[in-house]
């Protein structure tokens, strides 16, 4: 299942190959710093099945995180470099917790399709 916050500018996404129970939540946040999406990180993956991809788009690019609850087994340390090849960005991370940067014309929308097939197989759109 696929939440969308209403506060927020959504990215389409997909939801393709979860595990049961497993809910993707991904945001593209207008003039949003990396602290930013950390702090709501945080909150989000309070839920032990959230997967949560987050963009803040800034002048500078777009700042790009990944993070999972505790019952999630998503790798989100892929994501970077799905998101590399997508749309021309870097970035790193662990199992648990990844962050990168993309260009700042980059198709934050189209990145975080191709970051959640990388780990979660084929999409349906949502």
């Known amino acids: 299942m696929v939440e969308r ?14 595990g049961a129970g497993e809910r993707a939540i991904v945001a593209l946040i207008e003039d949003a710093p990396a602290e930013l999406l950390r702090s709501i990180a945080t909150r989000l993956v309070t839920d032990p099945a959230a997967l949560v991809v987050l963009g803040g788009r800034t002048s500078d690019g777009v700042s790009v995180l990944v ?24 970035g790193g991370g662990r199992k648990e917790h990844a962050e990168g940067r993309i260009p700042a014309g980059a198709d934050f929308e189209a990145a975080a399709r191709t970051a959640l ?8 759109q949502c």
């Open 67 to 90: 993070s999972r609850g505790a019952s999630s087994t998503t790798d989100c340390g892929a994501s970077p470099q799905a998101t590399q090849a997508a749309a021309g960005g870097r």
């Open 5 to 18: 916050a209403p506060a927020m500018r959504r990215a389409k996404c997909s939801n393709g190959g979860a």
């Open 117 to 124: 097939d990388t780990y979660r197989g084929p999409r349906r």
